[in-house]
C-alpha cells in the first residue's frame, strides 16, 4: 500500500478537491451526456477520495471496520485505478480527435479499467494477507500469490495510464498554445511523477522476488513522489481553465494603470446626459472596471468636443513634428494637448463653446495612447503655451 502523506495534509487536500468537485455537480446533472464534464468530475472524485484515504489514520480505519486485515489496500488500489482511468478518459476526451475517434478509445479505456478493478476486488478476495501493513504492502506481500498479482495488476496499471497521459500532454502541447501549452507541460512530469513512484515499488518487489531486500524504495523513496506530482497535476489541470480568465484579468489591469493619466485629467470633467455608475474597485471585476473607465474617459472626451479648436491642435501638431516625433505620435501629441486646452477653455466659460469646431474620430486605441501622451513633457508645454492665450481670448 502506498504510504500516504500525514493525515492533515492528505484530509485537508481531499476535502478541498471534494468540494471543487461538489460544486460542479449542478453543472454535471444538467449535462449529464457531457463526457468531458463526466471524466472530470470522475477525476476529482477519485482523487478526492484517494487523498482521504492515504492518510495513515484511514487506513487504519478502514482496515478496523471491516475487520478484515489490509482491506484498506484493495480500497486504495481501486480508486488509483479508477483516477488512474479518469485521467486518460479527460486527456482522451480533452485533446480535439474526430468524435468517433475518441468515443472508440473511450469505451476501451472504460473497459480496460472497469476489468482491472473486477481483478483487484478478485485477487485480494481469494489471495490471504493477514498481516497487516500499512506502509510496506506492495513489499512484504511481493511473493504471497493472488495478492502479489494484485500489487502488480495495479502498479502496472497505474503506469501505463500515467506513461500515456504524459506522452499524450507532451505531443499535444507542441500543436498548442498559451495557459493550455502551460497546463500541458506542467502534466506531462506530474504524470512521469508518478510512473517513477510504480517503476520503484516494481524493482522493490523484483528484489524481493530474487531474495534482495531494497524495501526503503517502497515506504522511503516513492513517497517523495507523491505530493510533487498532485501539486503538479492540480496546478497542471487549473491553469487551461483558470489561465484564460487571469490573462484577461491582467490585460485589464494593465489597461487601467496606463488610462490612469487620462483619467486623472478628465475625472472631473462634466458630462451631462451621461450616467456614471460608481463601481468599487474592491468587489468588482477588472474588466467591467475597464469598460466603465473606457465609457467615463469617451463621454468625458465628448463632452468637450464643442471646445476644442483645430487650431491648437495644428499648432501643437507642428511642434511636435518639429521636435523630431513621428507623424503618429505628433497627432496623439497634438490631440493630448488639444483635450486640455479644451478642458481648461470648459472650465473658465463652460456656457460659451465653440461652435465652428470639428473635433477628430476617436478610437479605443487612441485611449493608452492619449493617456500615455499627457506624461510626456511636450505635451504640458504646449498646454501652458496655449491655455493663457485662450483665457486672454475669453476674457476679450
Not at 453543472?27 to 477519485?46: E, M, P
Not at 495513515?56 to 475487520?67: A, C, I, K, V
Not at 492540480?234 to 494593465?254: I, K, N
Not at 504640458?380 to 476674457?395: E, I, N
Request: net charge positive.
Amino acid at each position: 500500500m502506498a504510504s500516504g502523506p500525514s493525515n492533515l495534509g492528505s484530509y485537508i487536500s481531499g476535502i478541498t478537491i471534494l468540494v471543487v468537485c461538489a460544486m460542479k455537480i449542478p453543472a454535471l446533472v444538467r449535462r449529464w451526456h457531457d463526457t468531458l464534464l463526466r471524466a472530470a468530475c470522475l477525476l476529482l472524485f477519485s482523487a478526492g477520495c484517494l487523498m482521504l484515504l492515504a492518510a495513515p489514520d484511514s487506513l487504519t480505519t478502514l482496515n478496523r471496520l471491516s475487520g478484515i486485515s489490509n482491506f484498506a489496500a484493495p480500497v486504495v488500489y481501486v480508486i488509483t485505478a479508477a483516477f488512474s482511468g479518469a485521467s486518460l478518459l479527460l486527456i482522451i476526451h480533452w485533446r480535439p480527435a474526430p468524435p468517433e475517434q475518441t468515443r472508440r478509445i473511450s469505451h476501451l479505456c472504460v473497459i480496460a479499467y472497469g476489468l482491472i478493478i473486477f481483478a483487484i476486488i478478485v485477487l485480494f478476495w481469494v489471495g490471504n494477507a493477514p498481516v497487516e501493513q500499512l506502509t510496506l504492502f506492495d513489499a512484504y506481500y511481493a511473493n504471497t500469490p493472488y495478492i502479489r498479482e494484485m500489487i502488480l495488476t495495479y502498479l502496472l496499471a497505474q503506469a501505463v495510464a500515467n506513461m500515456i497521459a504524459s506522452v499524450l500532454c507532451w505531443r499535444w502541447s507542441t500543436e498548442v498554445h498559451g495557459s493550455l501549452r502551460a497546463g500541458l507541460r506542467i502534466l506531462a512530469p506530474a504524470y512521469l511523477m508518478v510512473v517513477c513512484f510504480d517503476v520503484l515499488r516494481l524493482i522493490a518487489i523484483a528484489a524481493r522476488w530474487t531474495g534482495r531486500n531494497l524495501d526503503f524504495l517502497v515506504d522511503k523513496v516513492s513517497p517523495q513522489f507523491a505530493a510533487p506530482a498532485c501539486l503538479l497535476g492540480a496546478v497542471g489541470f487549473a491553469v487551461p481553465l483558470v489561465g484564460p480568465h487571469m490573462a484577461e484579468t491582467t490585460r485589464a489591469v494593465q489597461h487601467l494603470y496606463r488610462l490612469t493619466p487620462l483619467w486623472r485629467a478628465l475625472e472631473e470633467v462634466p458630462t451631462p446626459g451621461a450616467i456614471r455608475a460608481a463601481l468599487p474597485w474592491w468587489r468588482t471585476p477588472p474588466a467591467v472596471l475597464l469598460t466603465g473607465r473606457k465609457t467615463a474617459l469617451y463621454d468625458a472626451i465628448l463632452a468637450l468636443a464643442p471646445y476644442c479648436d483645430p487650431a491648437i491642435r495644428a499648432a501643437a501638431y507642428s511642434a511636435a513634428l518639429r521636435k523630431g516625433d513621428d507623424e503618429s505620435s505628433a497627432a496623439v501629441t497634438a490631440d493630448a494637448a488639444m483635450i486640455l486646452v479644451a478642458r481648461e477653455c470648459q472650465r473658465t466659460t463652460p456656457e460659451q463653446p465653440q461652435e465652428d469646431t470639428h473635433p477628430p474620430a476617436w478610437r479605443a486605441k487612441d485611449l493608452i495612447a492619449l493617456s500615455r501622451a499627457l506624461t510626456s513633457p511636450m505635451v504640458h508645454d504646449l498646454y501652458r503655451q496655449h491655455v493663457p492665450l485662450q483665457k486672454a481670448a475669453h476674457h476679450d
